[in-house]
Each structure stands twice: as structure tokens, then as C-alpha cells.
């Protein structure tokens, strides 16, 4: 298995401490999951984006979804059907997925909706005010000032 070296990237960089976490993760991803159930990741406004993924026959109750240490995890898990069914072609698949999502700092799930066969997850990136920019003054030294205060009295 290949590994990448992120040194350089960690010689400029603060606080990507999960980066390389992050990238290890998607190198060694099942690939066998990869195509089920269909999704989409789309931007809906600033710092709005929503995850709709396709869960034809799935119930409310039988999706769960869980956001731990900034991954959000949606499962699916087929309950048992009560009455047997004799298929000539089954084409809609309902088997058991689980789809995980790396979340950035700050991106909380502000919500979710079934309808019509997807499920829409909206997410909201909410800086706290503490974490976004600010201007800082820059104060002038002891002497600047005190020269302009004897400037202004011999005036």
C-alpha cells in the first residue's frame, strides 16, 4: 500500500492535524460500498450545503443517522419484510448501507428530510465569533506619543 508524505505540508500549515488522518481514510476506503446507495453533495447558499442520497424504500425508522468527532455516518438497515414476496426481477436494491461523511471544523447538521425517496441532509458552517476575523489596532510606543503631546504644547 502506498502512503503519502505530508511533511511539507506540515512544515507551513497549523492546526491540519487531521489531514493526514482524513487522506489515510479515503486511500483505504472500502471500495466495495462505493456506489450504494447514489448521493449528492451540493452547495445550497453561503456556508449551506446539503447531502441528498438515494433511499428508495427505506422508512424513517429504518435510517440512522449520527455525527461523532466530525464524521457524519448514515445507515440503512432493511427491517424484515412480514410478508414473503416471489420476484421474477428484483431491481431495487434494499440492502444494509452505511455511507460516512468527513465533516470540516465547524459544519453542523442543521437538519433532515425524507421525501420522495431521498433523504436531504442540510448542513450549516457556523464560525463562533470567537474564531472569525478581527481587526487589531496598532498602538503607537511611549515616545510617538509623548513627542506629539510636546508638539501640540509648544504649538
Same mark, same amino acid.
Do not use: H, P
Given at each position: 500500500?502506498?502512503?503519502i508524505d505530508l511533511t511539507p505540508l506540515y512544515r507551513s500549515s497549523i492546526?491540519?492535524?487531521?489531514m493526514g488522518s482524513l487522506l489515510d481514510t479515503a486511500l483505504r476506503s472500502d471500495k466495495s460500498s462505493v456506489g450504494y446507495p447514489p448521493y449528492d453533495i451540493e452547495?445550497?447558499?453561503?456556508?449551506?450545503?446539503?447531502?441528498t442520497i438515494a433511499v428508495a424504500g427505506f422508512e424513517e425508522?429504518?435510517?440512522?443517522?449520527?455525527?461523532?468527532?466530525?464524521?457524519?455516518?448514515? /445507515? %440503512?438497515?432493511?427491517?424484515?419484510?412480514? @410478508?414473503? #414476496?416471489s420476484y $421474477?426481477? /428484483? %431491481?431495487?436494491?434494499?440492502?444494509?448501507? @452505511?455511507? #460516512?461523511?468527513? $465533516?470540516?471544523?465547524?459544519?453542523?447538521?442543521?437538519?433532515?428530510d425524507l421525501k420522495n425517496g431521498l433523504l436531504t441532509i442540510s448542513l450549516v458552517k457556523e464560525i463562533p465569533e470567537a474564531m472569525k476575523p478581527k481587526s487589531i489596532s496598532i498602538n503607537q510606543s511611549e515616545k510617538t506619543l509623548e513627542h506629539q503631546k510636546k508638539?501640540?504644547?509648544?504649538a
Open positions: 500500500m502506498n502512503t492546526g491540519f492535524d487531521r452547495t445550497t447558499g453561503e456556508n449551506r450545503y446539503a447531502i425508522s429504518e435510517l440512522d443517522l449520527q455525527v461523532e468527532k466530525g464524521v457524519l455516518r448514515v /445507515r %440503512g438497515e432493511k427491517g424484515e419484510d412480514a @410478508e414473503q #414476496k $421474477l426481477y /428484483r %431491481g431495487i436494491a434494499n440492502r444494509t448501507f @452505511e455511507r #460516512k461523511f468527513n $465533516l470540516a471544523d465547524f459544519i453542523e447538521v442543521s437538519g433532515a508638539s501640540a504644547k509648544a
